[in-house]
């Protein structure tokens, strides 16, 4: 892949940073943030919720609700800047060309309009289409995603329908125009588990078919595994590691990316199994330590990871990134051993839950 | 569904009741007697015999309660009696001036309603800028203005100053139609602002609200216009509490032209109302506010239905 020089990237964003301006002084969510798309592949988009993940997806498209926000670097959809374009030119992109699917469909559809009315009306904003033209082929896109009777369907409300069913309409919704870009901010965060698997199968499926691109956003990297092509993970704004999935999954460099590998739930264990939730909470984005961000609730760090932001490196196998002492280095096991014979909380409770865990299978 | 309607019904009937019973009550309690009315008492010598009679066939000897039984009764068979002044029944004196009264309460709430719709979603969409922030001051100033006050200013400003319009006086719509916009428009604009004012406020509190729902970012995410996204996905969820408040308004309106139509010289319900007190005429006072009692009721009922049509999710939760 790195020999073959690919032409434009469908999705290049450089630098892309986010800040809000809060009553407690400036807020930098999305932090320096570059990533690179390319046709038909899928990038997954993971860190914990509070990371940034959704305030990203949105500053890409301009679409951030408040107005004490301001976005600075580049995004480039086939070439073209995003940020610079009006709010009038970014509405012939808007469901278009780049779609989204939220992360609620309990709420991101209007309660007090029909579905079909939902599903056409940017149909025919965008493509021109007459009623009787566009209900047609709402019809037809309700039928793409699974949903039986689709014509009953068009007519009745949300609250009519189930969860799993409103996240099909929005899906829907999202391919009605033949978007190239499909940007899914936890489709199936608020769903059953059962359902989870469909409506992700189901975007796999149509992303496909369509040959569309999508930057999956999820809290759960299993979600991630075996949909996505390249994965990054995002803590408090950053990009932390930058990977292909397998290499990610095989060998994480980022005690963070570790740590959020053993939280993914596991078919092969028993349902009540205690997963490993990361102990502590993010940082306060309004404050940020001075080192990495990760350090105060890391097994592996060290003082200079309290004291200096650590850049972005990239590996021998092609990944990237941001630690001072990656994984799987002689200098990662001494730093485990340090702190483990110092006695520090966050790695005695890593190792802990690590034991038992390896107990029960 | 039916069952519900018959329940609002049931209900419907219930308040009137209670209010005619209130009414009745209070008006029984106005100093004066209303034979006094009919013969005005320091004219010459009152011939007692004759006050007695009076007194005897309008019943004003029973005990209240039966005096109560015998109006309502007459009331629900569509009498309501007949004005101890003019000696006209109650029912055709309201008639008369019933369609003045409504004329200028619907074209007031239609001005104030389409005016403060615009203006609250303008004031909502750009909240915190120039327009909202204009806007907001001018309905701050309405609604600190009483409505009579802004009456004289109209008078003041359109009539006497620039002639355009006619400061009293009421030209009927069967004999003119541009005589009868004419005359409706100051008093209307009078009852109106202060209700647009209120009306402004809730629409911006409401839409602020809605805009802040992922369906509308949604809608927005789709590429829809601005103007599409304000009207089509955001008015309607809003619009909730801007009807109740029209419906509970319809009183304070209906109130408010008493007043009005005083200042105005409009031959309404309300100046009737005015012109029964003064004269003691009591059985068209009972008449009068049974009479809008029970419209206010009726639209307050309508309110809760149109909440349905509004919000489907109304509709099954009470079916
Ligand atoms: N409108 C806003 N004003 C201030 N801070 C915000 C705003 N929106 C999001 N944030 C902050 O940005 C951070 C990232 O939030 P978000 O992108 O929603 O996280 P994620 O989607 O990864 O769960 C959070 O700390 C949140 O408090
Ligand atoms: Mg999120």
Redesign the pocket.
């Given at each position: 892949m790195n020999t073959s020089l690919p032409d434009t990237p469908l999705l290049e964003v450089e630098n892309l940073s986010t800040t809000?301006m809060?009553p407690r002084g400036p807020?930098t969510?999305v932090n320096g943030v570059n990533l690179t798309l390319q046709k038909g592949q899928t990038y997954g988009l993971v860190?914990?919720?509070?990371?940034?993940?959704?305030?990203?997806s949105r500053s890409m498209l301009q679409l951030?609700?408040?107005s004490?926000?301001q976005t600075t670097g580049s995004v480039k959809f086939q070439g073209e800047e995003l940020l610079t374009k009006t709010r009038k030119e970014m509405q012939s992109i808007w469901g278009k060309e780049i779609s989204m699917v939220f992360q609620d469909p309990m709420t991101s559809l209007n309660p007090v309009m029909k579905v079909g009315t939902q599903v056409i009306e940017h149909i025919r904003h965008h493509l021109g289409l007459g009623k009787k033209e566009a209900r047609e082929l709402g019809i037809e896109l309700l039928r793409s995603v699974q949903i039986p009777e689709p014509e009953a369907r068009m007519d009745v409300y949300p609250h009519e329908c189930s969860g799993g069913m409103r996240q099909r309409i929005c899906i829907a919704i999202a391919l009605a125009c033949g978007s190239k870009l499909l940007i899914a901010?936890?489709p199936t965060t608020a769903l059953d588990v059962t359902v989870q698997h469909q409506i992700l199968n189901l975007l796999d499926f149509q992303r496909r078919d369509r040959d569309m691109s999508m930057v999956l956003?999820t809290?759960d990297l299993g979600v991630i595994a075996g949909r996505a092509d390249h994965v990054a993970v995002?803590y408090a704004?950053r990009l932390v590691e930058v990977a292909d999935t397998k290499t990610l999954f095989a060998a994480p460099k980022m005690p963070y990316t570790e740590a959020l590998l053993r939280s993914i739930p596991r078919m092969d264990q028993p349902a009540h199994t205690r997963l490993l939730s990361i102990s502590g909470r993010p940082p306060d984005?309004a404050n940020p330590p001075k080192g990495c961000a990760f350090a105060p609730r890391c097994a592996y760090a060290q003082e200079q990871c309290e004291n200096e932001q650590p850049p972005i490196t990239t590996h021998a196998d092609g990944s990237q990134s941001a630690c001072w002492i990656p994984l799987g280095t002689p200098a990662s096991r001494d730093a485990l051993q340090k702190n483990l014979s110092a006695g520090r909380p966050q790695t005695l409770a890593m190792h802990n839950v690590a034991s038992t865990t390896s107990e029960v299978k | 569904m039916v069952k519900t309607l018959g329940l609002r019904l049931v209900r419907l009937l219930a308040t009137v009741f209670a209010v005619s019973f209130l009414t009745f009550f209070m008006t029984s309690l106005l100093p004066g007697d209303p034979v006094d009315t009919i013969i005005p008492p320091g004219i010459g010598e009152r011939d007692e015999v004759l006050v007695a009679q009076i007194r005897e066939e309008l019943g004003l000897n029973d005990p209240f309660l039966v005096r109560y039984g015998n109006w309502i009764g007459d009331v629900v068979q569509g009498d309501f009696g007949k004005s101890y002044v003019t000696d006209q029944p109650v029912l055709s004196e309201i008639t008369a001036r019933l369609p003045v009264t409504a004329e200028l309460a619907i074209v007031a709430v239609l001005m104030s309603v389409f005016l403060a719709i615009p203006l609250g979603i303008a004031s909502a969409y750009k909240q915190g800028k120039a327009v909202d922030n204009s806007i907001s001051a001018v309905v701050q100033f309405l609604l600190s203005v009483p409505p009579f006050v802004v009456g004289i200013f109209l008078i003041w400003g359109l009539a006497l100053q620039a002639g355009v319009l006619p400061a009293t006086g009421w030209v009927r719509l069967t004999e003119s139609l541009t005589g009868n916009i004419e005359s409706v428009i100051l008093p209307a604009s009078a009852l109106a602002l202060s209700q647009l004012a209120v009306f402004t406020r809730l629409v911006r509190a409401d839409m602020i609200s809605t805009l802040q729902e992922n369906y509308v970012l949604s809608a927005r995410a789709k590429g829809l216009t601005d103007g599409y996204v304000l009207f089509r996905h955001a008015f309607r969820p809003s619009s909730l509490s801007l009807i109740t408040v029209v419906g509970l308004n319809i009183g304070a309106l209906l109130g408010g032209t008493v007043v009005i139509e005083q200042l105005f010289a409009v031959p309404g319900l309300g100046r009737k109302l005015l012109e029964a007190i003064n004269t003691r005429d009591i059985i068209v006072v009972q008449g009068i506010v049974l009479f809008i009692s029970a419209i206010y009721v009726i639209i307050n009922t309508a309110v809760d239905l149109i909440y349905m049509v509004v919000d489907p999710r109304i509709r099954v939760k009470s079916a």
């Open positions: 809000f809060t807020l969510a860190g914990e919720s509070g990371s940034g993940k959704t305030v990203f951030n609700v408040s004490n926000v901010d936890e956003v809290h995002m704004g984005l | -």
